[in-house]
């Protein structure tokens, strides 16, 4: 994939070019600007491969463009296009690092030619640079291994004769990997590139050995807990391996990063204590932003907790702290904000009948295309919005469910009734049937039991001599003395006084 950048103030000479460059083999990205002055702001916000430019150009030329570029970028590859009148300028221009220079009008052959020339040069230098960062990266994870492993000055400053050692400095956060077999031998080349992919975080990535890696993050401001969990999720969904992940406390400078791997190692060791666990993190560190503030993990947690019993006035709660602590704060990367609110949307896709993968991704990408955190709140409202539409339907249309309960509940009654149970006898999930029978009735199911059962107690006291132990088995109670606690509670009275019609609350013997 090339990235380019046409200019020049005349549109259909710009849309000539890209017809031309469309004639091409390849992938391309193509940018445009009408002068110097817009793309040189393209040239700071976008990495651009190769540069098409005009010469003749208002409020900047293509001369000054070039020379401005080039001094910013010496590998920025430049083909300049001047009339025959301008043929001196373009000699000029060889002077600032050009790679070639066209003549208008534009012979379509020599075009080609100049076209895969530049490319040729993009693609030398790019291989440069990828075999130039992986002996850079060789070096710092050499390095930073046998740094971590021994603790010796003696490495740091071998290392700092060879790199630059403030790399190290901005890393605030480590979270180590684990796995009970010998993953990273085959899975170390797509690893990284798949957690990366995944979180849309830089870090740094050091394979300690066969089976534990380590990531090394950068921003101070971020709830790495959450950012664990979500890593373990995707790892779990990806691959049939038991994962276990440990979160270091903050961190400044690099000489803590031995005591850091000796910490992360030490919280590795619950998890033969704690089998069902899968991420650990300090206790000694909270991951506080301010004293008083709601972490992140926390806040998630109990919104995956609301989407599982499909409470909607919880969910809008919770996802009304998340917005106002990220419309309140400023010192959280945009990148980190992206994050946390993808795992809300993450979150609502986990819903089968709501997800769809390709729906999931389009959602995620448009959330990291949001330019401010107006935007990004925006996004995920309507997320949320419409996993409620999706409730409010599939609840109109589960009508037949909930009859069937609570027909299930007035012939059985007197039997051990549950959520789950009943959750199994119409083939729903219990959090969805929790949601459906809320909606329909008015009232949560096991209050719906209770109010049955209490309406029945009522019925065979004025209908029946039936003892009052007798009535409280026979409705479902298997503790008499809660049972005449709680039909006090219900009528006010005591099942005795209530059958007497004293209305007195007073207390029943069991012999009755």
């Not at 103030?9 to 083999?25: A, P, Q, T, V």
């Not at 209050?447 to 107690?457: H, L, P, Y």
Request: with cysteine; net charge negative; charged share 30%.
């Amino acid at each position: 994939m090339y990235r380019v950048l046409v200019v020049d103030d005349e549109k259909i000479e710009r849309e000539g070019i890209k017809f031309l460059l469309s004639m091409e083999e390849g992938e391309r990205e193509i940018f445009e600007a009408a002068n110097g002055k817009q793309a040189l702001n393209i040239l700071h916000s976008e990495s651009i491969d190769l540069l098409l430019t005009d010469i003749k150009m208002p409020h900047m030329d293509g001369l000054e463009l070039t020379r401005r570029a080039k001094a910013e970028n010496k590998g920025l590859q430049v083909v300049i296009f001047s009339g025959y009148n301008d043929f001196t300028f373009a000699q000029e221009a060889i002077r600032y690092g050009v790679t070639d220079y066209v003549l208008k009008p534009v012979d379509p052959e020599q075009f080609q030619e100049t076209i895969r020339k530049a490319q040729r040069e993009i693609d030398r230098r790019k291989r440069e640079e990828i075999k130039e960062n992986k002996e850079k990266n060789f070096l710092h994870q050499y390095f930073l291994q046998n740094y971590l492993y021994s603790g010796k000055q003696e490495i740091l400053e071998t290392a700092g004769e060879m790199l630059d050692l403030e790399e190290w400095n901005h890393w605030h956060c480590a979270i180590l990997i684990e796995t009970d077999q010998a993953f990273f031998d085959t899975a170390e080349e797509v690893f990284p590139d798949e957690i990366q992919e995944e979180l849309h975080r830089i870090f740094f990535y050091l394979n300690l050995n066969a089976r534990q890696s380590l990531l090394l993050f950068n921003d101070i401001y971020c709830d790495y807990l959450l950012v664990a969990k979500h890593i373990y999720v995707f790892l779990k969904r990806k691959y049939p391996v038991r994962f276990h992940l440990a979160v270091s406390r903050k961190f400044e400078g690099y000489e803590s990063l031995p005591d850091v791997l000796s910490q992360l190692e030490q919280q590795m060791e619950e998890k033969f204590y704690h089998p069902d666990n899968h991420v650990f993190n300090s206790e000694e560190d909270e991951w506080k932003t301010g004293e008083k503030e709601t972490q992140d993990s926390q806040i998630m947690q109990k919104i995956s907790e609301d989407i599982s019993r499909k409470d909607m006035e919880q969910l809008w709660n919770h996802f009304s702290c998340l917005a106002d602590k990220y419309q309140r704060n400023t010192q959280f990367s945009a990148m980190y904000i992206k994050f946390v609110f993808c795992n809300v949307i993450q979150e609502l896709f986990q819903e089968n009948q709501f997800s769809g993968e390709h729906r999931l991704e389009k959602e995620i990408e448009r959330l990291y295309n949001c330019n401010d955190i107006a935007q990004i709140i925006q996004v995920t409202k309507e997320n949320i919005k419409e996993y409620e539409d999706f409730l409010n339907r599939s609840m109109s249309e589960s009508r037949d469910e909930v009859a069937a309960v609570k027909n299930y509940i007035y012939q059985h009654y007197g039997e051990d009734l549950n959520l789950e149970m009943l959750a199994d006898k119409v083939y729903l999930s219990s959090g969805y049937l929790s949601f459906i029978f809320k909606k329909e009735t008015g009232m949560n199911l096991n209050r719906f039991i209770r109010v049955f059962r209490m309406e029945k107690a009522k019925e065979l006291l004025c209908t029946t001599n039936m003892k009052v132990a007798k009535i409280s088995e026979q409705v479902g109670f298997a503790n008499v003395s809660y049972f005449c606690r709680s039909f006090r509670e219900y009528y006010g009275s005591s099942p005795e006084s209530y059958r007497k019609g004293t209305g007195e609350d007073e207390e029943t013997s069991t012999e009755n």
